[in-house]
């Protein structure tokens, strides 16, 4: 009995061994069963629904289709200024391009052709719609222009009370609805003009009521001066009557060098 089991147990060990091998093999990735090749099929399987079939298009091809689709609608920045469906006559200057002659004479009534910019809307003394119109107005440049039809940067650096009289350099913009010749934009000298917020009357006031104290001085910033009037008691008075008069005919200022109100 022994001798017979004996070849029958060799069978069993062989097969053991046989099969031992063949999943190893299989786990090495050689075999027939490897996850990488089998995934794909496993997939198409599980979810065996429509496909859809999609085209890599190449990033200049890209932009070339792009540049033919139309760009969004900016507003123009002029458009600020423009009323729609108003007169074309009254537009302002930046709403309108117009053929002007610089040969006309100075001083002289001319008329120019206009043309509104694109956007503007715009009517005639009829209502009706206009692009093209004529626009009357004086032969003269921007800068010839009277002092009321364009707005110049104040300076506060500079003193109004100062002999002579102090000049700034100006940076000056003509009004819309003024129309001349040339940069609309043009610098120009101004004498020293603005205001610090002191009045007049209230230095005045305390000239003649506290200026033995000094009070005249320090309410126009000028503090040296009124230390010296506190201590040497007005001067004795004549320091204080002298400041009445000065304060008085607006000789003494501000120490800013502004104007009184």
């Avoid at 089991?5 to 050689?30: H, I, K, M, N």
């Avoid at 009323?83 to 709403?95: H, K, V, Y």
């Avoid at 607006?250 to 800013?256: K, Q, W």
Wanted: aromatic residues 10%; proline residues 7%.
């Amino acid at each position: 009995m022994e001798a017979a089991a004996e070849p029958l147990r060799s069978v069993r060990l062989l097969s053991r061994v046989l099969l031992f091998l063949s999943q190893c093999y299989v786990l090495s990735g050689d075999g027939s069963l490897n996850l990488e090749h089998s995934q794909p099929l496993a997939q198409a399987i599980k979810d065996p629904g429509p496909t859809g079939i999609f085209t890599v298009v190449p990033r200049a091809a890209e932009n070339k289709m792009l540049s033919h689709l139309p760009e969004s609608t900016e507003i123009p920045p002029y458009m600020m200024k423009c009323p729609s469906n108003g007169l074309c006559s009254r537009l302002p200057a930046d709403c309108i391009d117009c053929a002007t002659n610089f040969s006309c004479t100075y001083g002289k009534p001319v008329t120019f052709d206009c043309t509104v910019k694109p956007s503007v809307t715009c009517v005639d003394q009829d209502l009706k719609p206009q692009r093209n119109f004529v626009i009357n107005m004086t032969c003269r440049f921007c800068w010839q222009l009277p002092e009321t039809d364009y707005e110049c940067a104040n300076s506060t650096s500079c003193m109004t009370v100062a002999c002579p009289r102090q000049r700034y350099l100006a940076n000056c913009t003509v009004r819309d609805h003024i129309h001349c010749l040339g940069n609309r934009t043009f610098p120009k000298l101004l004498y020293c003009n603005w205001t610090g917020g002191y009045k007049w009357s209230t230095a005045l006031a305390l000239s003649i009521t506290l200026g033995g104290f000094g009070a005249d001085r320090f309410y126009l910033g000028q503090w040296r001066e009124g230390l010296g009037k506190l201590f040497s008691f007005g001067g004795l008075g004549i320091w204080t009557l002298i400041d009445v008069l000065l304060i008085g005919v607006g000789y003494v200022g501000p120490a800013d060098g502004s104007l009184y109100i």
